[in-house]
């Protein structure tokens, strides 16, 4: 678990959060006003925005595996791997029957984005290996 985050978590202080391999820092808020409320997440003059809900639903699934699951990181246009957050973030088998993120076109990267804060919030391990990183519940 990563022991020095910076931020609180709000659209004032937000999270100051590095991708699994560490190659690039964002940062990461909850917008619990929004409808339907939402994980932000500012990557430079990007913002991208995945139902907040993904925090809850993404642990419980990960609970559930009771294992180590890849994290498979993938562009919205691109397939994610099978078994990986990424698939899982998109399928129609999970409990929002599809895509976390909002606004198309920037509904990819789960695995990219999603896993750090979950860690933040002490609800997972994340590996941070060069690539091909996993997640596991805590």
């Known amino acids: 678990m990563t022991s020095s985050i910076a931020g609180a978590g709000t659209a004032e202080d937000p999270w100051i959060l590095s ?13 619990k006003a929004s409808d339907p409320p939402a994980l932000v997440v500012q990557v430079g003059t990007t913002q991208l925005r995945y139902q907040l809900r ?9 609970a559930e595996r009771g294992d180590w ?4 990181n993938a562009d ?10 990424e698939a899982w973030g998109r399928s129609a088998d999970n409990p929002v029957g599809g ?12 695995g990219n984005y999603v ?6 919030m002490g609800l997972a ?6 690539r091909n990183n996993r997640m596991r519940a805590l």
């Not at 699951?69 to 498979?72: A, E, K, R, S, T």
């Not at 919205?76 to 957050?85: I, M, N």
């Not at 895509?99 to 990819?108: D, E, H, S, T």
């Open 54 to 62: 993904c925090i809850e639903d993404l642990h419980a699934m990960l």
């Open 69 to 72: 699951v890849p994290l498979g």
């Open 115 to 120: 896993p750090p804060v979950l860690e933040a």
């Open 125 to 130: 391990e994340v590996e941070h290996n060069a």
């Open 19 to 31: 991708t699994p391999p560490g190659k690039s820092d964002f940062e990461a808020w909850q917008d």
């Open 99 to 110: 895509w976390y993120g909002m606004k198309k076109g920037l509904r990819g990267r789960f």
């Open 76 to 85: 919205e246009q691109k397939p994610a791997p099978e078994g990986s957050v």
